[in-house]
């Protein structure tokens, strides 16, 4: 599956820039997450669907934010990205 080209991420550039502040993370390619040595988040896209791809328990988990994603669509997106980052960092923590 091919990850998203950087550009057809520009309506994410706010959410793009919190994600960019969680503790621990760090972006080695524009749009493209990791956690330590673990990758957290990226993108894809698929003809006019494109989703994020986020860490949960070992596996990975869509996260669908359509292009040209509405204020509420990224503000949920942020929301979930936020929950999986605290949730990644309690599980490693204490297990």
């Not at 003809?47 to 596996?59: E, I, M, N, T, Y």
């Not at 990224?74 to 297990?95: E, N």
Request: with cysteine; proline share 4%.
């Amino acid at each position: 599956m091919a990850h998203c080209p950087y550009d057809l991420l520009e309506d994410l550039k706010a959410e793009l820039e919190t994600i960019r502040g969680l503790e621990g993370l760090r972006e080695p390619k524009p749009g493209i997450f990791y956690m330590k040595s673990d990758g957290f988040l990226h993108f894809h896209i698929k003809g006019d669907a494109r989703w994020a791809d986020v860490k949960q328990d070992g596996a990975w988990l869509r996260l669908d934010i359509p292009l040209r994603a509405k204020a509420k669509q990224r503000a949920d997106f942020l929301r979930a990205v936020i929950r999986h980052h605290a949730a990644y960092g309690t599980k490693k923590r204490t297990g």
